[in-house]
T-cell receptor, first 114, second 113 residues
């Protein structure tokens, strides 16, 4: 099954700056989800965007989805040191034998310096 | 809040041992998942289960089996542990098939020596 490819692999910014992470994929999806993982912990769900949606917001998070380019981006505005974590995109496949599976990208490591 | 509990935070086992990793969720979720996480490889799906006694292979099932006798519990079994199974193992649960998020446990870091 396909795996999302995330870019960049690592991102280092100052507090107050915006952080943008990208996820590209190859085949049709039903929805795309973003998760966050603090060091040594499990993943926490941030936001889900369906294939018929183009943009979603949640607090300081903004997710876009371009199905024609098969890509998504996660924007964190006005970043804080507490946003330091790894961020993963996850793909919910559209059907067939992959129905219901959720596959993850390799993640972007975000470091926000105070 | 949904709680997904993995029985061990850290585990050290010897090569050839049979290893059980236990996961329990308290929200009556139908779906449960086992992933392993390795540096540079992200999370890879080992097995998942849509319902009691049902299981589906993920992307890397070799060397693993699972058991789901009760809805709240999903066990991952390493039949004969090997050093290449040293990893972080993450359990997750979800209500429904597609539009619900996964809820993760805090992971079990397994070392096989």
């Amino acid at each position: 099954s396909q795996q999302g490819e995330e870019d960049p692999q690592a991102l280092s910014i100052q507090e107050g700056e915006n952080a943008t992470m990208n996820c590209s994929y190859k085949t049709s999806i039903n929805n795309l989800q973003w998760y966050r993982q603090n060091s040594g912990r499990g993943l926490v769900h941030l936001i889900l965007i369906r294939s018929n949606e183009r943009e979603k917001h949640s607090g300081r998070l903004r997710v876009t989805l371009d199905t024609s380019k098969k890509s998504s981006s996660l924007l964190i505005t006005a970043s804080r040191a507490a946003d330091t974590a790894s961020y993963f995109c996850a793909l919910a496949n559209a059907g067939g034998t992959s129905y219901g599976k959720l596959t993850f990208g390799q993640g972007t490591i975000l470091t926000v310096h105070p | 809040d949904v709680k997904v509990t993995q029985s061990s935070r850290y585990l050290v086992k010897r090569t050839g041992e049979k290893v059980f990793l236990e996961c329990v969720q308290d929200m009556d979720h139908e779906n449960m998942f086992w992933y392993r996480q390795d540096p540079g490889l992200g999370l890879r799906l080992i097995y998942f289960s849509y319902d009691v006694k049902m299981k589906e292979k993920g992307d890397i099932p070799e060397g693993y089996s699972v058991s789901r006798e009760k809805k709240e519990r999903f066990s991952l079994i390493l039949e004969s542990a090997s050093t290449n199974q040293t990893s972080m193992y993450l359990c997750a649960s979800r209500r429904g098939r597609l539009f619900s998020p996964l809820h993760f446990g805090n992971g079990t870091r397994l070392t096989v020596t």
